[in-house]
């Protein structure tokens, strides 16, 4: 469960039951002052047990220990309402901390399936479902906003805060110059790929997160330290397998218009997943739910670039190639 990366800094398991992600990395950094932790789990009892007896382990106290959040997203940031005491700092991003403050915008995710074909049955059940959801963090919480190029330092460490959207509007890495090592939350991962999902008309995700990709590329970096699964040396080579990854994607997807004009659930389900369910049909709700956002990224990239069109059928939205293109 924990694993000494350096000298005070520790990597600690925190599980995710049921997820494909099986569990999260959070990273602690211990120091006689203030420890600082790093992301932290969903906000359930699981999460919390193992975050608990991690620290105990490590004897670090929690009411000397701040956190930094990487992103939004309930497995990195719900646990950190019932960690904080009256003392704690939370360092988090301008972008996410805005959309925390709205509130989960259920709504606005529902109308926007709705538009892009997602089955009414099915909207239903993913309330019910949704980790993002259920696992979020409930309290009003008091955030200290950093920037690109802020620094957090504790003890040895100095760490400059390197912003990275695309998997959120505001998701933000960590960069300590000196040990050339990489925070890298979910922008980087190593056997598994980000999920770069879309539920709104905002915002283009999948062309943030490649030019985020392409910023940190040009980093001089030894060590990854990823959100998920384990740590890494191969950065600038990961990086490259990324871009192709949705390179390929973005093929994959004007074949399955090149077959006739479809929704984003239709081409969400037909496009490749790397999960062990033996169709479509089989996806758990969650899954489907990923799996659409992912497809609803890359519809929008093409769009922008203009290699697919949309236009309006009855209530709902329909994507074809630009045959002027
Ligand atoms: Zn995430």
């Known amino acids: 469960m924990i694993e000494e990366i350096l000298p005070n800094l520790y990597k600690i398991e925190i599980p995710l039951s049921k997820s494909p992600l099986k569990a999260l990395n959070s990273y602690v950094i211990k120091n006689s002052e203030r ?13 919390m047990n193992a975050m608990q007896t991690s620290l105990r382990e490590l004897g670090v106290d929690i009411r000397k220990t701040d956190f930094f959040i990487t992103h939004l997203h309930a497995d990195h940031f719900g646990l950190v309402s019932n960690l904080m005491t009256d003392t704690t700092t939370i360092y988090f991003n301008q972008p996410d901390a805005d959309r925390f403050r709205s509130g989960f915008p259920w709504d606005d995710f529902v109308t926007f399936a709705r538009l892009n074909g997602y089955p009414e049955n099915e909207l239903q059940a993913i309330r019910q ?35 990275t959207p695309g998997h959120t509007w505001g998701h933000m890495c960590l960069f300590e110059p000196n040990k050339k090592i990489f925070v890298a939350g979910d922008h980087i991962l190593n056997n598994i790929t980000p999920n770069i999902q879309l539920w709104s008309d905002e915002w283009n995700p999948l062309k943030e997160y490649l030019a985020s990709l392409d910023k940190v590329y040009e980093i001089d970096i030894e060590l990854v330290l990823p959100g998920h699964r384990g740590i890494s040396k191969n950065c600038k080579e990961r990086i490259k397998e990324l871009k ?19 929704n984003a659930f239709q081409v969400a389900s037909q496009m490749t997943w790397d999960i062990t369910y033996d169709s479509w049909d089989l996806f758990p709700v969650s899954q489907k739910w990923f799996a659409t956002g992912e497809a609803i990224s890359h519809l929008k990239y093409l769009e922008e670039i203009g290699k697919i069109k949309t236009e309006m059928r009855g209530r709902g939205r329909v994507y074809s190639l630009n045959m002027d293109a």
């Open 35 to 47: 420890n600082l932790v790093i992301d932290t789990g969903w906000n359930q009892e699981e999460c």
């Open 129 to 163: 479902t949704h980790p993002g959801f259920m696992f979020r963090a409930k309290d009003d919480l008091v955030f200290y906003i950093l920037k690109e190029g802020d620094t957090i330092s504790i003890g040895d460490y100095v760490f400059k805060c390197v912003e």
């Open 244 to 262: 192709n990854h949705h390179l390929r994607r973005l093929d994959e997807i004007i074949s399955i218009l090149e077959k006739g004009n479809k």
